[in-house]
């Protein structure tokens, strides 16, 4: 496909065009019978209802680069995408529509409601998975899984029954957190906490047969009612002699004895602790301890249940607000403190959490978790950064059995079926209708789902067909690596290690890379409430999806959060169209160009062809140590400093004398280089920015031997040998073009201006490296006349610069005029002095600096230093002239 670049670059349509010709043609499709050896990451599945966000777009694109450097590396590629069917977030959206028709999942029924689930899923769910594929993402699309689908059904089942049968899957009746709202139990990591101010309740209970009243503190008094015990610590010599005795419960008349518990702070309020164990984690335990009744006074909504006396019916806060007006009419509040408490949520609804006892499934993780720490310890699965084994280890170390039953309708449902003659449970891998212990046929299923995170602790495997073992499953599993947030490591990534390990008896995956934060420019979460949420999809289409990536990776340094702002991506969108404009420069001058009938080894390269060649090795070197060290943003700087200041800056304007000049030789020799550097530059720069240098390769001449660039070798070492001593005088000699160009920007001479140098150089051998270089001072410095030599006479009245082993003197005769510059010079000072004049004074004053904020202050602080530096290089530059006279 012959290609020819337009003026201007234009990433809308490019993207698009390219990216359906790699899907359709099956481009990124991966061949499970191939030779190669393999490598493989599975997506984090994003929820089907969710949409692109920062933090998508950032694990994405480092997903990609991975995927698209080793596919071009020779490995056969399976990177495996799909969406997640998120439980209670899309049963919550379909909820929502039916709310809108004044309808409710009650009065479909079960059936119909899940039908209408997939019905969702089919019209509106998945829209992220088109959003990833504008971004590029290079995901074997033809293999898209669904935590719902048939295939991965089936080994939910297969592993929830192969749990039950070792029996590391039991019920029990426990405390839970439970979402009032959403009517259904969640794990301690659905559960999100935030300070909140509230009140700290102080209350005076009537020890029974004493004259005195113990003090007990709660930030939620209308639990009182299921209070069961007070306790105290054995060793308080305060309550020694209450111990055993009983109170009178106030509200409800009832007699709850007094305990002692080693669990008990001394230090905390009175010293006595109110007991209440089916409102409370920690009194849960406090209440199997000493055999204490469980009172439930909440029904699934929250409100006030049978139990709650007067207050049956209300809800919790109601209840609360009527409980302490009844305790202060009878005298049993003894004070009320303002207090902050961390409040838990639901992830999903932000309700507040509720405490709630329930009999729910649960994994026994023990076991598991301690094969899933062996394999990190063994080194079998390696945690990058390093840093977050030990977070790992910590949780892995204190796990909790893993409370798996969730009382919604729209997930796995628990393969259970409960027998209603003799009460026993059959759990099956297929649907059953009688009962396997007495073959009574008067069964009924369990009603509750999997938690969402237990499918997904199948991913790496049954993805790839699990249980059955297929020839995928044979080729790339264990997976290579995983790409996540450090905000699911243990959510997800700590699951998948346990159930890989048990089911597999392999690790799921050789190294797991952690990412950090997408933040604003200031450093701050991204949040809607904030108002500084950055939408990736805006970005793209303002932008381009290839800018976007660029940015994104020249910023993923290991273990910093990303700052992101719009003048950032505007810069890598720079950084495409200098690519851009450099590849049309080469075209406009490969035109006569045949790739095939030249070879670098049989021409007789320059300095200028022997130093980029060189910068070109070295870069690939770099490039690919980087990346096999997840060092995203290094990749992206030595790719940006290549490209722009030694391909575009240096070998383009040095070979433009040649490319311009007579000699057919010399000018062949020269297109043969830039088009060869050029065209693995392309390479190189492909897995980040995939689009823009897919279209440019088509553009250069020559036939290409695959399909795509992403077929292509990605380039690893040099393309031929060069000579260290004639790079190292290429280098000297860029030091002198640097140093005249310095000086003719300090003197502010013009442009076109041609002027003399001469170049004073410490040894011959320096003399006769920039002898041999002197076209290329002459050219890109703009230099009439140029003398070289040892001890050379020096101008009377010159500008110095040292540049290494040489020195640059540039005679000032006629190429200014002092008492002109003088007074140019001496006006710039006195205008810059009014803006440092401005911001110190701005800057100084106590009341600005106190109520202004801080992005202001900062901005203000920047310009100020601006302007004194740019004061002081003015100054510096008058001193020279100054010397002159």
Request: proline share 4%; with cysteine.
């Amino acid at each position: 496909m012959k290609i020819e670049l337009s003026k201007g670059y234009e990433p809308e349509k490019v993207e698009k065009k390219w990216f359906d010709v790699w899907e359709k043609r099956g481009d990124f499709h991966a061949d499970e019978k191939s030779l190669k050896p393999h490598y493989s990451i599975v997506i984090p599945p994003p929820n089907v209802t969710g949409v692109l966000h920062m933090g998508h777009a950032l694990n994405n694109t480092l997903q990609d680069i991975l995927c698209r450097w080793k596919r071009m590396s020779g490995y056969e590629v399976l990177w495996m995408p799909g969406t997640d069917h998120a439980g209670i977030a899309t049963q919550n959206v379909v909820e929502k529509q039916l709310a809108v028709e004044n309808k409710d999942r009650h009065e479909l029924g079960r059936e119909a409601f899940v039908e209408k689930v997939w019905t969702w899923r089919e019209e509106s769910g998945g829209q992220i998975i088109n959003q990833l594929k504008r971004l590029g993402a290079s995901c074997d699309w033809e293999r898209e899984r669904f935590t719902m689908d048939e295939g991965l059904s089936k080994a939910v089942r297969e592993v929830f029954v192969s749990l039950y049968d070792d029996g590391l899957i039991y019920r029990d009746n426990r405390l839970i957190n439970w979402c009032p709202r959403c009517h259904t139990a969640l794990s301690d990591l659905e559960v999100e906490h935030e300070d909140k101010q509230g009140s700290l309740w102080h209350l005076r209970y009537p020890v029974l047969g004493e004259d005195q009243f113990l003090v007990v503190a709660t930030t939620r008094p209308e639990t009182m009612l299921g209070d069961t015990a007070v306790a105290v610590h054995p060793d308080d010599e305060r309550y020694q002699h209450l111990i055993g005795k009983s109170i009178l419960l106030p509200l409800a008349n009832r007699e709850i004895p007094i305990i002692a518990d080693e669990y008990v702070d001394m230090e905390f309020g009175s010293g006595a602790v109110k007991i209440t164990p089916a409102h409370d984690f920690n009194d849960f335990e406090i209440g199997k301890r000493h055999n204490l009744e469980f009172i439930n006074v909440l029904d699934e909504s929250g409100m006030m249940n049978d139990n709650g006396g007067d207050y049956v019916g209300m809800a919790s806060r109601e209840a609360r607000e009527k409980v302490i007006a009844d305790l202060e009419s009878q005298g049993f509040v003894e004070k009320i403190d303002a207090y902050t408490n961390a409040v838990g949520e639901c992830y999903r609804c932000r309700t507040t959490i509720e405490p709630y006892m329930s009999k729910q499934w649960y994994v026994a993780v023990k076991s598991l978790a301690a094969e899933a720490i062996k394999a990190v310890e063994s080194g079998e699965t390696k945690i990058v950064p390093q840093q977050w084994e030990k977070t790992y280890y910590e949780w892995m170390y204190n796990i909790q059995d893993w409370c798996v039953s969730r009382q919604i309708w729209w997930g796995h449902r628990i393969p259970a079926w409960f027998c209603d003659e003799c009460g026993e449970i059959t759990v099956s891998r297929e649907d059953v209708s009688v009962c396997k212990h007495c073959g009574s046929v008067a069964i009924h299923q369990e009603t509750d789902v999997l938690d969402t995170w237990f499918s997904s602790a199948l991913w790496p495997f049954s993805t790839m067909g699990w249980p059955a073992q297929t020839e995928t499953l044979k080729k790339f599993y264990p997976t290579s690596c995983l790409v996540t947030g450090f905000d699911i490591l243990f959510f997800w990534v700590a699951r998948m290690m346990m159930m890989g390990t048990k089911f597999m008896h392999q690790v799921p995956f050789k190294e797991v890379y952690i990412h950090a934060l997408v933040r604003d420019a200031q450093g701050q979460k991204m949040s809607k409430s904030k108002g500084n949420v950055i939408d990736p999809l805006t970005i793209v289409d303002e932008y381009g999806a290839d800018a976007f990536r660029y940015t994104l990776c020249a910023f993923a340094a290991m273990g910093r959060d990303i700052k992101l702002s719009t003048e950032r991506i505007g810069g890598y969108r720079n950084f495409v169209n200098k690519l851009w404009n450099a590849s049309r420069f080469a075209l406009m001058n490969l035109e006569d160009f045949v790739p095939t009938e030249t070879n670098l080894t049989d021409l007789s390269l320059s300095q200028a062809d022997q130093w980029i060649l060189q910068r070109y090795a070295s870069a690939a070197e770099e490039v690919n140590k980087a990346l096999e060290d997840y060092k995203f943003n290094d990749a992206a700087g030595i790719l940006y400093s290549f490209t722009w200041h030694e391909f575009c800056d240096w070998y383009i304007e040095l070979s433009k004398e040649n490319l311009y000049g007579d000699n057919i030789e010399i000018r062949k020799c020269t297109q043969t280089v830039l088009y060869t550097v050029l065209e693995g530059l392309l390479r190189m720069l492909h897995p980040i920015l995939p689009f823009v240098t897919e279209e440019i390769w088509h553009a250069l001449p020559g036939e290409r031997k695959v399909d795509s660039i992403m077929q292509a070798t990605y380039p690893t070492t040099a393309l031929i040998a060069t000579d260290e001593m004639v790079v190292a005088n290429m280098e000297r000699i860029m030091e002198v073009i640097r140093a005249i160009r310095n000086v003719r920007g300090e003197l502010d001479v013009p442009p076109g201006k041609k002027i003399k140098v001469v170049v004073n150089c410490k040894t011959d051998s320096v003399e006769q490296a920039i002898l041999a270089g002197q076209n290329y001072i002459c050219s890109l410095a703009r230099v009439e006349e140029l003398v070289v030599g040892v001890a050379v006479e020096r101008p009377k009245q010159a500008s110095t610069q040292v540049a290494g082993e040489v020195e640059v003197l540039i005679p000032l005769a006629d190429l200014i005029n002092v008492t002109e510059e003088e007074a140019r010079l001496n006006k710039e000072i006195e205008k810059i002095q009014k803006d440092v004049s401005f911001f110190e004074k701005k800057l100084s004053n106590e009341k600005f600096v106190a109520n202004a904020p801080a992005q202001v202050l900062e901005k203000d602080r920047a310009k100020l230093a601006a302007a004194e530096k740019k004061r002081e290089i003015l100054q510096q530059s008058l001193e020279k002239i100054l010397d002159l006279r």
